[in-house]
């Protein structure tokens, strides 16, 4: 009953999580809808990113560091290719 419990909580707290990171998506959407700066709308996610919970129980090789953020994933921050 206890594990069912644990999971229960894991559940209710990964949905709050969820609903948080997306409403930064949300925020950084909004942004870009009003032509807000690149590196507003970066710095909007960074934080976020920085922030979540989650993010320290993401393996190593899946973590976006802010470089990673600055570099996009198509190129450098003027978006050309790497």
């Given at each position: 009953?206890?594990?069912r419990?644990?999971?229960n909580e894991e559940r209710v707290a990964a949905k709050r999580e969820i609903g948080r990171l997306r409403a930064?998506?949300?925020r950084a959407g909004a942004l870009a809808a009003q032509n807000a700066s690149a590196e507003m709308i970066r710095s909007t996610l960074a934080e976020a990113v920085a922030s979540?919970?989650?993010s320290s129980e993401i393996p190593e090789e899946y973590r976006w560091d802010a470089e990673d953020l600055d570099r996009g994933p198509f190129g450098d921050r003027e978006g050309r290719a790497i």
């Open positions: 009953m206890s594990a419990i644990d999971r930064v998506i949300d979540s919970r989650v």
